[in-house]
């Protein structure tokens, strides 16, 4: 929950040419969203939220970040160009649609929406208000092996992706989760939620713009404590190019583990395959994180990148945001893997595992 990884200042304007805010700190990744937009440049002039702990506990990192009255000061504010926020997931979709019809870009923590009403809205917002809203899909946007495997597979070096599997098993640590993180209305579901981080990757590793969900689980085997905890879920799902997919996310990190979760990527292609160990290169005794596994016909290699790859998502988004482009990430990416994670959480609670 408090993953916030950082990296060097790679400042793609002057300092006050992109000025932002943060708001609803209600998950620890709004930390992410705020590093990766002020090591690329951003200026965060304002905080928000109605809990003044939350606020305090932010500005113990941020102490530059003026403390709001009320998110109307910050919507009024017209050097305010963006507003990062990581609410319960449940009031992202509401509070995105807020922003946009105040003139300011939106960039939330995923999941972005909890419903396909929510995100119907905000498509509907967008359109008319031409603003951005963007997702912090950070397990992929915010690991540098993740990054690196995208401009390998743009040079070619697996051939054509065929297929990606998913792997995101997370620590569940209850005794340190808000009461809204066990409320299914409030945190949407396991394939709306972590699920969304998956199916962003295979839209992107494959470049397909749409997908079908094929079949999908959830199932609470080991917390009878917390009824509407989902502790388990997958979903396959294939592409309109012909890519298909599997995902599995889970809450069972054990104990043991150096790490939150070991999550991993394997990416088949034609004439290839990459492996990411994303947070750790388990069983190594030195904790190596950002690992690829290339093999292809030249033969197998193993690249440790971390540290040298940087999060470029962050610094196109500002020049997005300033030119109104659309290079970090398209508005149809970004609502087509949040549209998929809800069709395969609403054919998951149709078909439940056992428990």
Known sequence: MNFAPKGKPNPVCEPG???????????GHINGQCNGLEEAGGTLRWVYDPDPAKVEAFRKQRPHAKVARSLDEILEDPDVRLVAAAAIPADRGPLGVRCLQAGKDYFTDKTPFTSLDQLAEARRVTEQTGRKYMVYYSERLHVE???????LIQEGVIGRVIQVLGLGPHRLSASTRPD?????AQYGGILTDIGSHQIEQFLFYSGAKDATVTSARVANFHHPDYPELEDYGEATLVAENGASNFYRVDWFTPDGLRTWGDGRTLILGTAGYIELRKYIDAGNPERINNVIILVNGDGEQRLE???QVGYPFFGQLILDVLHRTENAMTQQHAFKAAE?????QAVAEKNPMPA
């Open 17 to 27: 040419d992109f000025v932002f805010a943060a708001t609803a700190l209600d998950h």
């Open 145 to 151: 092996c993740a990054v690196f495997a995208g401009d």
């Open 180 to 184: 809204w993180f066990f409320r299914k």
């Open 305 to 307: 990148v971390a540290g």
């Open 340 to 344: 998929l994670c809800l069709q395969c």
